[in-house]
């Protein structure tokens, strides 16, 4: 591991010097790289490693400030109903809802960078004669998976999103249209069916790089939404049912008899693929936002009990898990100690404290350094279960729901078996399970699309609001480009 996060470090100040400055305005590599770089079969693999920063980042502002693509909660979870006030609220415009193209905006330049750099390498390493072909085929598909994620959370935050396809080598760039969010997730399947197709083996090689199962994961996940934001409908849903069927056969995966450990034992039993972290080797993850700060929980009760930090900038102190959250969750939930404690002074109940990604206590601070999970077997479960849900095997959706309900300590689902209300269970034991995974946002717009939520009721800070679910393009990027229409509602 020291090995390949050396490689990241010298890797991340190639991509950071090579890629562009504004979206499909300026070139995404120099002279330097096209010249000098990809000289040998040993250029790659580095390269595709540098690329995977894209997606860690850092909560705060990152390295050449880059904010990693799984390590935003902006827009994978504060739109949501997962999150309240605690402290020091660091909250943006997403969360109160009131996102306008001047406020709020999505400024995707960096996202482009790295789509910029997987097109450089795919274009490089198509005529390069490798010793060890295997090799060749899985750095290709790793890069082929990385386009299609990038790609696929791009879809989901602005909907139709410019297709960039080839390596910009020299000044003529094109300032691409949008293309339509059906035609990008065409374009997301075929990534990854390349992508599976390439891999050389089924193993998971590593769980901080994709692999034949994570891609054949996040293909279950773009078929889920294509088949209820875009209209695909049942074949999506078959496909989403095949994908993740080959994610349980090949994996050997396993669920951690410990929820404890889901989250804060590296590269468990239960983990298909991860963002790295670890102290000093790169900035916090998305979750320093939710530890308390010693100042401001002094005098409670359960101090030993709060996952706090000395200081603020290792604990933010900014979120806590909200009512409607916490309502979720019977009693008896064994998931309950490692998603919330609440502090008490004496005798009185305060703040909710999150305590799903705890980080690492060390001798001198507590640092937010867990993993940030993007595909783990639970939710590999429950995204069976939606999917045979959706075709209207609901017999079958509640075998898998129950796989993480009996983990939990709370036994077979016992409710109501017609469609709508199995669906509506799949949604809220995802907010059980997942919690605080960054995945809320996107999984009410999938179920409100679906027709299982009407998203603009059951999220507190959208009652009595009309703002599209989709973000709009910031200002600056409208402005680099005039070939951009602005998000549908704004």
Known sequence: MNKLFYLFIGCWLLLIGTSCEKLLEAKTESSITDADYFQSESDFDPYVVGIYMYLRGSARTGPQNITGIANNITYGTERGEELVSALNSRFTQAWTQNITPTTGAFD???????????????????????VNENAKKRITAETYALRAYIY???????????????????????????????????????DLDQAITLFPEKTIPSKYRFSYASAQALKADARLWSAKVLAGGANDLNDAITALAEVEKT????????????????????????????????????????????????????????????ITSNGQGAYQISAK?????????????????????????????????????????????????????GEIYLMAAEAYAGINN?????????????????????????????EKEILDERGRELFFENKRWYDLVRFHKGG???????????????????????????????????????
Not at 160 to 180: C, F, H, Y
Not at 396 to 419: C, S
Not at 457 to 471: A, C, E, I, S
């Open 152 to 190: 696929f959370s791009l879809l989901r935050i602005i909907g139709d999103t410019p297709l960039m396809l080839d390596a910009i080598t020299n000044e003529n760039v094109p300032r691409l249209p949008r293309s339509k969010a059906t035609d990008v997730m065409k374009q997301i399947i075929a």
């Open 452 to 490: 299982t939520i009407n998203v603009y009721t059951y999220v507190p800070n959208l009652v009595g609001k009309t703002t599209p679910l989709f973000w709009p393009l910031a200002a600056n990027v409208m402005a680099n480009n005039g070939g951009l229409l602005q998000t549908e509602g704004y």
């Open 251 to 310: 994996t050997g995966l396993a669920l951690r008899a410990d929820f404890k450990e889901v989250t804060t034992a590296r590269a468990n039993s239960e983990i298909l693929l991860a963002a790295y972290f670890n102290r000093d080797e790169c900035n916090a993850n998305y979750a320093l936002n939710a530890l308390p700060y010693l100042t401001g929980i002094t005098g409670a009760t359960n101090l030993d009990s709060l996952p706090y930090c000395i």
């Open 108 to 130: 995707y330049t960096n996202w482009y960078k790295a789509i910029g750099n997987c097109n450089l390498l795919l274009a490089k390493i198509e005529a390069f004669t490798f």
């Open 325 to 377: 959250s916490k309502a979720l969750f019977a009693s008896g939930d064994k998931r309950i100690p490692f998603t919330w404690v609440t502090e008490r002074q004496g005798a009185t109940a305060k703040i909710s404290w999150i305590t799903k990604l705890p980080g690492t206590k060390y001798a001198d601070d507590r640092v937010s350094d867990n993993d940030i999970i993007m595909y783990r077997l």
């Open 394 to 422: 609901t017999t079958k959706a509640i075998e898998y729901l129950n796989k993480t309900r009996v983990r939990a300590g709370v036994g077979n689902y016992a409710g109501a078996t017609d469609k709508a209300s199995v």
